[in-house]
């Protein structure tokens, strides 16, 4: 019985992750797209993400089924929570990437600010690094890893303050970038977003490991 | 044993609608202090912020020392897995009230935008009407009004619109208000994602009811 219960339970972890990388995907395009104002790959992605919620939901299912029938204990019964919390987590990671592919659509041919579209590259490849890396941690149950987060946070928080400062000085130097303005503060918050959930993960990750569950990160200092 | 673990069950419901009562107020202080550039209320919720995550995580850690030690069935079962789920957005909430009093403290003597503060104290209305319903909905495992939710939720987003191309306007028209339409955003954002949360966890007012699992909007409606 219990040797089906660890297949079973091996088997939603492979779903977990293949989610995580499918999102760590929809992240890149979804900034792509953005960047390069290319509506086909904004377009697609709009479809993709409801594969996401749909995977995610059967995740849940699976793992509240799982948790119902076998009731497991001890490490079984983290491992299962974990899922069960970090899903929502990951869910909630695509649709911020959507949300990033919805703004190409919004911001059509109107004047841009290129210190800001860099830096939102910069804090693109910085939260993918960090899903990969929290992604490998929860596999690996790394402990120390999945606490590094919270420093990588602080480095996409750093970022999103200085974007921040870059539209505003760009929307008072050219009026004419406020349509676009609208469209940054939306992402790079959506970014900044991302990192949380990231750290949500590694929350996650530690609680599966040694049964500790309290918040990384203060939520005043976010 | 039944019983008492019914009467632990009734007392984490009580301290699941206390933090949903708290939470709810913090909406209201936080889109105050802002509109009404109260920089003391602001730092107040700051502090209060900490103690919602912290109560937060105390209820989940009673839903999951229920669940491993008493491991309930049915809709027991359910009902703990529900808070420990509704826990995490009742959270989130509080922290996107909390941003919305970071914003107080950025906007400073900065020009503003009069009617984009209208919409959002509309907002701030229609947010915190709906919270109340679904935690109400809640108690009384009220299938019908969480599903309303979804419509709830739709007029917050077309207001989310609607203030984002006043934003764009009021921009355009006097680029001194570059300033306080970064917080504009910020906070209207803020507002749809706390009515994201409620529609959530009307999700989970289902899932608690009905024991159907599944997303009550699609996100690329969102």
Redesign the interface.
């Known amino acids: 019985m219990h040797e089906i219960f660890l297949d079973e339970l091996k088997k939603l972890n492979t779903r977990f992750m293949e989610l995580g990388v499918l999102v760590n995907d929809l992240i890149d395009k979804g900034t792509r797209s953005f960047v390069d104002h290319d509506k086909k790959i904004a377009q697609e992605m709009?479809?993709e993400?409801?594969e996401v919620?749909k995977e995610a939901?059967k995740i849940?299912?699976k793992a509240?089924s799982l948790?119902?029938l076998q009731?497991p204990?001890a490490t079984d019964?983290r491992v299962v929570?974990s899922i069960?919390?970090a899903t929502?987590d990951l869910e909630r990671i695509?649709?911020n990437a959507?949300?990033i592919a919805v703004e190409t659509v919004r911001v059509k041919g109107n004047p841009r600010i290129a210190d800001v579209e860099t830096i939102i590259s910069q804090m693109t490849h910085q939260v993918r690094t960090m899903l990969i890396q929290v992604l490998t941690a929860y596999v690996q149950e790394d402990e120390q890893t999945a606490r590094a987060m919270v420093s990588g946070h602080q480095e996409v928080y750093a970022d999103y303050k200085k974007a921040?400062k870059l539209?505003?000085d760009g929307?008072?130097k050219d009026?004419?970038a406020?349509?676009a303005?609208?469209s940054y503060?939306?992402i790079i918050?959506l970014l900044e977003r991302i990192s949380d959930h990231i750290v949500n993960i590694a929350s996650w990750v530690i609680y599966k490991t040694s049964g500790e569950?309290?918040?990384l990160m203060?939520?005043?200092k976010?």
């Open positions: 709009i479809a993400d409801k919620a939901i849940e299912k509240l948790m119902a009731q204990v019964f929570i069960l919390k929502t695509g649709e959507n949300s921040r539209i505003i929307v008072e009026p004419n406020a349509v303005s609208a503060f939306v918050r569950l309290f918040e203060e939520s005043g976010k």
